[in-house]
Each structure stands twice: as C-alpha cells, then as structure tokens.
C-alpha cells in the first residue's frame, strides 16, 4: 500500500509529503497520523507541503480535517511550506484552513510549534518535555 | 518583351524623376502630420524604390502575398514600425504608398502609346499599390496594438511592487483601483516575495486606493487569507476615515485582520510581532 512516511522528531510527528496527493493516498494518511499520534503521545503534529503542486478540494478539506482530529488527540498541527500557487487555489477554492497553523518553512514551524507547547505548559504548569 | 518589362524599365530609366515627383507629392500632400525633412522624405522613398523594382523586375503578379513581394512587405513593415514610433498618423503612412502612384502613372503615360497595353499596366500597378497600401496600414496598427499591450503590462508591474522593509517583514503600497485582474497580480506576487523573503509579516497599504466596495474587501481578504495559509500575518494599513466608514457602512467584515491608520503604525507593530525594537541613539547609548 502507498504511504506517506511519519517520522517521530522528539514530541513532534514530522510529516513531509513529496509526492502529489490523491484521494486514497491523503486518507491513508489521516489513519496513519491518527494512530501514530495516539500511539507516540505526540504533542504536536509539522505537515510539509513544500513538494504540494496541486491541490483540490477533497485534499484541502482533508488536511483540515486532519489538523482538527489532531487536535482532539491534544496535538497541535502546523502546515509548512505552502506554494503561492496552492494558497491561490485553496483561498479561491473558499477554504482558508481557519484553524490550522501555518508557517513558512519546517524550522519556523518547528519554532511555533515549541512555543505553543510553551504556553500550554504555562497554562497548565505541567512541562511537556522535561519528565 | 518590351511590354513585358515596361515598369521595371521606367524604374530604372526614370528613377530620378519619379522619385523628385514622389518627394513632391508627399511634400504637397500628406506630410502635413509628419516630422520628417524633405531630405528624410527622400531617403526613405529611394530606399522603397529600390526594393520596389527589385521586385518588379522580372514580370510581376499582384499577389502580393507571394515571395516574389517578402523584400517589399518586409521593408514596408519595418516602414510602418518607424512611423509608429515617430508620431505618423495611420493616415500619413498609408499615404507614403498612395502617393506613389501619380509619378509611377506619369511615367508609364510617357513611356509609349499602346492603349490596351498602358490599360492592362495601370490596372496591375494600381492593384500592387494598394494592396501595399494595405499592408501598410495593418503594420501600423499591429505596431500599435503592441505599445499598447506592452504599456498595459508596464502599467500592470509597476503599480504592484512589493518592497522589503525589513528582514522577514514585506511591504505592497497598492496605487489604484483593485480590479479582479489585478488583484491576481498583486496576490501572486505578494505571495512570491513572502517566499523570497522568507516573511513572516506582510504589510497591505491601501493609502493609494482611492475606492474601497466590497469587491475590493473581498479582493484584499483573499489576499490575506492566501498569505496566512503560507505562514505569514497580514497588516492592512492607510485606511482613511472614509474608507473605514465605507467598510462598515457596507457591512464588510474585516475578521481578525489587523488594521492599522499608518504604514508606521504598521511597522511598528509588525517590528514587533519579529521581536525587534527600534529606539534612539542617545537611550542606547544611555543603556550602556
């Protein structure tokens, strides 16, 4: 079966996706990305989508979903890496991903996600990385 | 063979009249919207001749279309380029050709007394010039469609530069109504240059649009919706107090975008959204 890696980067799951997404591919990696996320406790999910040319509807609404099952699985997502190209498409295809994270590039996005673990450690007074 | 050869020998063998009679006509006639010296005037009329009975030389047909005539057409739209270029009007440059004809017609007359053979040389003459005539002016217009195409575009990439102010902060001063076109434009290459410049804020400043309806809104949250999918925030500023009594008068929500009065207010905010500070030399120094 065709799978998109998820490799694990300390609390992260770190997924990059250097093919072009079809229907199948993109729901075999929302079970994927769920189990691991259940599996690993991984507090924070970083999706790469720098190799992402196209882009259709039913994959954009499923990287939405995906950070929103993440999200419930109490890990944060952060998109990186999308093209103009891609933000064009989604933005006129009506879904601008409210909710999701974004950033630029894997270390900015790796930089969010640590300093939203941050505040939620602040929050709660638990630190999430040192035991 | 004498027939045959009757144009392309008056050519050669009136050369100096024709053409003194061509410079006259155009002096007289046409040259009234021109810029160009008598001295220009004949340059460019013995350059044509000269191409002219090149081609006329042995026989000719009045398909102009055929290779026969490529020297002719060639140089006549080179002509055109030229006339476009120095303030003709479509008008003066056909009548460069037309003019052409009263010597040529002159010559001919002259050259013998046959009247089915004069007949048969006006009828092909005057079919060649104007279809040259024609050619001309279609040079011209297609030379003018591309000033006027190429201008658009200029138009189109100048009023959307994107300037960096800073590292990871970009900046697009739009000047100018927001059209769906250009929206397009600016949005693309706002979006390339938060690429380039690896930013991490984008500053809108709408100082320069001089009208705001809910087209434009919906234009200019794409825009920020597209930068925020990429990674990076969106400040919105220059809006004057009419504006944002349009915008709320058309009941526009702007959402969570921030928006600020001044392309320094947004600066300011946006240098710290980055973690910088900017203060004066004499605190620094104090600080030390």
Request: proline letters at 2%.
């Amino acid at each position: 079966m065709e799978q998109i890696p998820v490799l694990k980067l300390g609390d992260f799951l770190l997924v990059s996706i250097q093919v072009e997404l079809h229907d199948e591919l993109v729901l075999n990696l929302q079970d994927d990305l769920t189990s691991r996320i259940q599996r690993t406790h991984a507090r924070g999910v970083l999706i790469d989508i720098s190799a992402l040319e196209i882009v259709d509807s039913f994959i954009g609404r499923t990287l939405g979903h995906i950070a929103a099952m993440a999200r419930v699985l109490d890990a944060t997502t952060v998109l990186v890496g999308m093209r103009p190209a891609v933000a064009i498409t989604l933005v006129e295809l009506g879904m601008s991903l409210k909710g999701i994270r974004t950033a630029l590039d894997i270390d900015k996005g790796m930089a969010l996600l640590r300093l939203s673990l941050d505040e939620a450690s602040d929050e709660t007074g638990v630190s999430p990385s040192s035991p | 063979m004498l027939k045959r050869a009757g144009l392309a020998d008056i050519l050669i063998k009136d050369e100096a009249e024709i053409l003194a009679n061509w410079v006259a006509e155009q002096l007289s006639g046409g040259a009234k919207g021109g810029t160009l010296s008598e001295q220009e005037i004949k340059e460019s009329s013995r350059a044509f001749l000269s191409v002219f009975a090149t081609a006329v030389k042995h026989d000719y047909t009045e398909q102009i279309t055929s290779a026969q005539w490529d020297g002719v057409r060639a140089h006549l739209a080179k002509l055109s380029r030229e006339r476009v270029v120095q303030g003709f009007s479509s008008e003066d440059t056909a009548t460069f050709i037309f003019s052409l004809k009263k010597p040529l017609f002159d010559s001919l007359r002259k050259s013998g007394d046959d009247a089915d053979r004069l007949n048969e040389e006006f009828w092909k003459l005057t079919q060649v010039l104007d279809k040259l005539g024609l050619v001309t002016v279609s040079e011209y217009q297609k030379s003018r469609q591309q000033i006027i195409e190429r201008q658009q575009q200029e138009l189109l990439d100048l009023t959307t530069p994107v300037v960096k102010l800073w590292d990871s902060i970009v900046a697009l001063p739009l000047i100018g109504t927001l059209d769906s076109e250009r929206t397009q434009v600016v949005m693309e290459s706002l979006l390339d240059s938060i690429v380039e410049n690896e930013a991490a804020i984008a500053i809108i400043d709408i100082t320069g649009v001089p009208t705001v309806d809910t087209l434009v809104a919906q234009h200019l949250l794409k825009t920020v919706a597209a930068a925020r999918l990429m990674g990076a925030e969106c400040i919105i500023s220059g809006i004057r107090p009419q504006i944002a009594q349009t915008i709320v008068h058309l009941g526009v929500d702007l959402g969570d975008v921030v928006t600020k009065a001044t392309l320094a207010e947004a600066l300011k905010i946006a240098l710290r959204r980055v973690g910088l500070t900017v203060s004066k030399l004499g605190s620094v120094k104090a600080g030390e």
